[in-house]
């Protein structure tokens, strides 16, 4: 048991590794975007989410599970982009 909890563990940190390095990515969008109104975009949301549950079935994981992460992933990563969209459009004012 011991060491299936350590390879969870190891899988663990590299998923948390990856999400970092998405959110950087949340964090470029931020930069690039000229208007708030644009920083949530449905139509894209929607699109992240379809190929995540499409990538879940291809990797034999329920594509179910995977909407129900990546809906509070991606409306968490909204929520990071408006914070640091602001702080921008303070820095420069
Ligand atoms: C990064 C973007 O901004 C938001 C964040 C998204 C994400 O976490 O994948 C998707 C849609 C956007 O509302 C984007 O528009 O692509």
């Known amino acids: 048991m011991a060491e299936i909890r350590d390879g969870i563990d190891e899988l663990d ?3 948390v590794a990856l999400l970092g390095e998405r959110m950087r990515y949340i964090e470029a969008a931020a930069r690039v975007k000229q208007d708030r109104d ?3 975009d449905e139509w894209r949301k929607a699109d992240v989410i379809d190929k995540a549950a499409q990538a879940a079935e291809d990797h034999d994981f329920p594509p ?3 909407r ?3 809906e509070v992933l991606v409306e968490g ?3 990071h982009e408006f914070v640091k ?3 921008l459009g303070e820095a420069g004012e």
């Open 85 to 87: 969209f602001d702080q």
């Open 64 to 66: 179910a599970l995977v």
């Open 38 to 40: 644009v920083v949530r």
């Open 68 to 70: 129900e992460i990546y």
């Open 77 to 79: 990563s909204i929520a």
């Open 13 to 15: 940190r590299r998923i």
